[in-house]
């Protein structure tokens, strides 16, 4: 915008945002907009507050300088600017106000030096002082554009001396006037404040040099990232064309067995009938001997005599014979008919129920690998198992991955490469014969003993260690002061790694550190707000506490220092009712999922209690306790079914797995589940007295725990939950305690 343009609308700078007059005695407020003192003062005393002020313009709370002095803040010396360049674009046609007579006349001067008006009368007297002689003085009509750019560039004033700011203080980092410098500022550091600026406009250009090589940088990254897009969509549409083949290849594969039994089928018909082909023509060929004997039966009754009738006749005498002859049966059941039926492989339909279609698997370097090795002799199971085998010159190391996968590098003492690929040989005796080649040394075998297990069906054999859960920590006993227990039921963990467990027949919630120290507790027996009648299952969400009012058939939910927020739930069989919610977890989309036991159903309701769905179709359960959502998967404890059962994210059920038992994977009254950081399911399998671990298919990991009083032995384990280092907590209900294992 070129000065004139900017001279024409120069009223729309002056004007305060507050009283949409001109600016007069213009304040600065921390976040950089202006107003006039007298404005500022108003809003002052309407606030009524004296340390900060609200800005008009962005709703900033400001803090005041100086206790409160609105006159502490700085003056807008930019806009004093522009109203000293107001008048004389207006002197024309109102005239200009003298800064010594007060009186307003068309024909001024403006004094440079001063900064302020003068009119012809006023004008001599300026002249005549000594010490203005080398003031720069011009008459408003012969004002040019760069006059009034000299207007505008005004140096700033001290507030405090209204003299040109001339210093900028090293110490108290600020521009100061002379007076400043020989006062207040006596002693400190000082420049020019020029040069300060100079050094200041050189720090913003290496700064703003700076953030454009950042800025570069990140175009850069920008640009990288979108080749990385489309990587990535690539690599997508790449392994879901590999998912694609492979489920073709599985269709195809069931197809060909379906044509097999097809064809196996159509032969066993085929034979059937052949087989009653052959009896049908057989039958056929006696009608028609017996429709031969009617018709000559027929034509002697029409034809002969009672004589002729009567003398000895062989066709007779046999038709005499057949007569006391049994009737052939009709009944062609049995061998006439098919024989056999289809029967379903239902081992192979629960398989592909269970199993899913394959795995994403990260990517890995050759060069990572969980497994520790000892020789030969020991080994702990991970991604890869290492073999070491050693002969006179020869090191060799055997590795095979999850894919059983074999990679081996051979080097001699002296570092020469060898052989990539040996060749095993299976020997009676349980050892295993390695050749390979060497280069420099021939072909070299070993014969190596080792243990039983195999490591991923590799061909070397080592031993699992299996994972084990070490008690570390048990708090709690019997009793009803803060700290003790009556049936410890549900717990759960929050991000400060705090425990909340319900004390079901104490009738409260309490609350502990990780380390078992007792923080605080609520809630007390009653159907009041507030109050419990054996609470149960318990959730942390969103910094609040979510219970189960069990024999209240209700969810309360609280803030995390237990007070009252809500509650939904009624006793009842309507969706929106329950009748004895137990476990409760939380969903994906931060809903809430109740077991509502004996309605016999998995309910979702949202934060506020409104009903959304249900989890399965009606008859689903016997007795659900729990249900956990893993994934896209939705997983039940049936109490009284003695099994897992999993559902879609539909609520459309999958399978199950676990049946009543004792043995690895195998349940007896089955509690709550929760999710390690393997991705394994924990279920307190509480009448067996153990917490078993399983994967998501069902399959047996491992197990902890037994029944008795001792430290890591349970009565009745019920509820599981998992802390930010792993270490798994479990509420021990009928030794009314809460223990830790890692």
């Not at 001997?289 to 009754?301: C, G, P, R, V, Y």
């Not at 989890?615 to 659900?624: A, V, Y």
């Not at 671990?693 to 509820?719: I, M, R, Y």
Request: aromatic letters at 8%; proline letters at 3%; one cysteine or more.
């Amino acid at each position: 915008m070129d000065i004139k343009t900017f001279l024409d609308n120069i009223y729309e700078h002056v004007c305060c945002p507050v009283c949409t007059n001109r600016f007069t005695n213009p304040k600065l407020l921390p976040c950089l907009h202006t107003f006039c003192l007298h404005c500022l003062q108003r809003i002052q005393a309407t606030s009524g507050i004296r340390d900060t002020i609200l800005c008009p313009e962005c709703r900033r709370n400001n803090t005041i300088p100086g206790n409160g002095d609105l006159n502490t803040l700085p003056s807008n010396f930019r806009l004093n600017s522009l109203l000293d360049a107001l008048p004389v674009t207006q002197c024309e046609t109102s005239g200009v106000k003298c800064g010594n007579c007060d009186k307003t006349r068309q024909q001024s001067a403006y004094c440079f030096t001063c900064c302020s008006f003068w009119c012809d009368d006023c004008l001599p007297f300026h002249n005549g002082i000594k010490t203005n002689k080398e003031h720069h003085v011009l008459a408003l009509k012969d004002f040019r554009d760069e006059d009034f750019e000299n207007i505008l560039k005004q140096p700033p004033f001290c507030a405090k001396h209204e003299k040109k700011l001339e210093f900028f203080c090293q110490v108290c980092k600020t521009t100061i006037c002379y007076s400043c410098a020989v006062t207040d500022h006596d002693g400190h550091a000082k420049i020019v404040l020029e040069d300060a600026a100079k050094e200041r406009k050189l720090r913003i250009v290496r700064a703003v040099e700076f953030k454009k090589r950042k800025a570069q940088n990140k175009v850069t990254r920008i640009a990288k990232l979108g080749e990385s897009c489309i990587q990535v969509q690539e690599e997508a549409a790449r392994i879901k064309s590999d998912i694609q083949q492979f489920t073709n290849n599985l269709i195809a594969a069931i197809e060909a067995k379906m044509n097999e039994i097809f064809q196996e089928v159509e032969m066993k018909a085929k034979q059937c009938l052949e087989h009653l082909g052959e009896k049908r023509r057989e039958i056929e060929g006696e009608m028609k001997k017996d429709q031969t004997a009617i018709e000559k039966s027929d034509m002697i009754l029409k034809r002969s005599t009672s004589a002729q009738i009567m003398q000895p006749n062989d066709f007779l005498d046999k038709l005499f014979r057949e007569e006391g002859e049994q009737e052939d049966s009709v009944d062609l059941n049995g061998e006439h008919v098919i024989d056999f039926y289809f029967q379903r492989n239902e081992e192979l339909l629960n398989d592909v129920y269970a199993k899913k279609l394959g795995f994403l698997k990260r990517k890995t370097s050759p060069k990572e690998s969980t497994v520790e090795g000892k020789g030969i002799s020991e080994g702990t199971v991970g991604l890869k198992a290492e073999i070491v085998v050693k002969t006179r010159n020869i090191q060799g190391k055997q590795f095979y991955d999850e894919n059983n996968r074999v990679t081996m590098e051979i080097r001699n003492h002296e570092g020469h490469d060898c052989s990539t690929k040996p060749q095993i040989h299976d020997s009676k005796d349980g050892s295993y014969k390695i050749s390979y080649f060497a280069k420099q040394s021939g072909t070299c075998q070993a014969s190596v003993k080792v243990n039983e297990q195999h490591v991923r069906g590799s061909p070397f054999k080592t031993d699992f260690k299996p994972r084990l859960f070490k008690p570390v920590l048990s708090f709690g006993k019997r009793g009803s002061a803060d700290g003790m227990f009556s049936g410890p039921w549900g717990i759960a963990v929050n991000e400060k790694d705090e425990i909340a467990v319900t004390d079901r027949n104490n009738h409260r919630i309490q609350i502990f550190k990780s380390d078992g120290t007792h923080l605080r507790s609520f809630g007390r027996e009653g159907n009041q707000q507030e109050q419990f009648n054996c609470p149960s299952g318990i959730v942390f969400y969103n910094d609040n506490i979510i219970v189960s009012d069990t024999d209240n058939h209700r969810v309360q939910i609280f803030d995390d220092q237990g007070h009252y927020l809500g509650q939904f739930g009624e006793k009842g069989k309507l969706n929106h009712q329950l009748d004895r919610p137990y476990g409760l977890s939380i969903d994906s989309d931060g809903n809430i999922i109740v077991a509502d036991f004996g309605n016999k159903s998995i309910k979702i309701f949202t934060l506020d209690g409104r009903f959304l769905r249900r989890i399965g179709d009606e008859g689903s359960f016997i007795n659900p306790i729990h249900c956990i959502q893993h994934d896209n998967y939705f997983i039940v404890s049936d109490f009284r079914d003695h099994c897992l059962k999993l559902f879609d994210k539909q609520g459309k059920f999958l399978y199950q797995f676990g049946r009543r038992g004792a043995g690895d994977g195998d349940f007896d009254h089955p509690r709550c589940l929760s999710v390690d950081r393997a991705g394994h399911i924990l279920v307190c399998d509480s009448l067996n007295h153990r917490v078993q671990v399983l994967k998501l298919d069902g399959e047996f990991v491992t197990k902890f725990g037994a029944s008795g009083e001792e430290e890591g032995k349970f009565n009745q384990p019920v509820s599981t939950a998992i802390l930010s280092d792993g270490r798994i907590i479990v509420t021990d209900i009928d030794n009314h305690r809460v223990q830790v294992f890692e």
